[in-house]
């Protein structure tokens, strides 16, 4: 499968922003998928996925309550939606297919990537 990321963008504190990641070649009720992100200086940390064996989202802790992991089966994408942004959200974001049945917060799950998209929140 080849991911497309876009909707990064520059935000203020408090702002939203929702990402995509538009899939082609396979569907991606075939994927575990996730969304990850690498801020400068840091590796790459799990943002959230969702499963391809429940279907149910999972959250790092530091963006439980604020963003929202979700699938459009009818466009083959899935969006992370950002709100109550901050700026240690700022990082290069990416998202990633796993064929496994079961999320995983592991970057090395992933065997396809998308290229990185940037979100920059200004305090």
């Known amino acids: 499968v080849q991911l497309q990321a876009s909707g990064g963008a520059l935000v203020q504190a408090g702002g939203s922003l929702r990402l995509s990641c538009d899939a082609s070649g396979r569907t991606l009720s075939s994927y575990t998928m996730g969304w990850f992100r690498r801020a400068p200086g840091k590796e790459r940390e799990f943002v959230a996925a969702?499963?391809?064996?429940?279907?149910?989202?999972y959250y790092a802790d530091s963006v439980k309550g604020r963003f929202t992991i979700s699938i459009d089966n009818a466009k083959n994408t899935v969006n992370l939606k950002m709100n109550s942004l901050k700026p240690e959200d700022t990082a290069d974001y990416y998202c990633g297919a796993s064929g496994s049945h079961w999320y995983s917060r592991n970057p090395a799950d992933f065997s396809s990537w998308g290229q990185g998209t940037l979100v920059t929140v200004s305090s």
């Open positions: 969702i499963s391809r064996s429940d279907g149910n989202p």
